[in-house]
Nanobody
C-alpha cells in the first residue's frame, strides 16, 4: 500500500504563489509517474501536470509557464510550484502515484480570490 499526503493549499490573491507538496510513504517502488489533478464541484477531475520516473514533465495548456512540477526522490515527495495564480485555478488539488496501481491523496484546497 502507498499513502499520499498533500499539503500547502490555502487562500491566495490572484497573482500570488503557492507550493503544494505530496509526501509518499509505504510500498513505494517502481514508480511509473506521479501527477497533480484538480477538481471543482460539478466538474470532472482535471489533469494539471505529470512527472515521469525519468523526470519528464507535462502540463495542461492553462498552466504552462506558471506551474512547475518537481520531485525529490530522496524525500519521496512531489511538488507543484504555482505562480501567477488565477481565480480559475481554484479547486481541490490531488496527488496521484502510478506504479502497479493508481493511488490518490486526500486533496488540498486551493482558493484564488480576484
Amino acid at each position: 500500500q502507498v499513502q499520499l499526503v498533500e499539503s500547502g493549499g490555502g487562500l491566495v490573491q490572484a497573482g500570488g504563489s503557492l507550493r503544494l507538496s505530496c509526501a509518499a510513504s509505504g510500498s513505494i517502488f517502481s514508480i511509473i509517474s506521479m501527477a497533480w489533478y484538480r477538481q471543482v464541484p460539478g466538474n470532472q477531475r482535471e489533469l494539471v501536470a505529470t512527472i515521469t520516473r525519468a523526470g519528464s514533465t507535462n502540463y495542461v495548456d492553462s498552466v504552462k509557464g506558471r506551474f512547475i512540477i518537481s520531485r525529490d526522490s530522496a524525500k519521496n515527495t512531489m511538488y507543484l510550484q504555482m505562480n501567477n495564480l488565477k481565480p480559475e485555478d481554484t479547486g481541490v488539488y490531488y496527488c496521484r502515484l502510478l506504479n502497479t496501481r493508481i493511488y490518490w491523496g486526500q486533496g488540498t484546497q486551493v482558493t484564488v480570490s480576484s
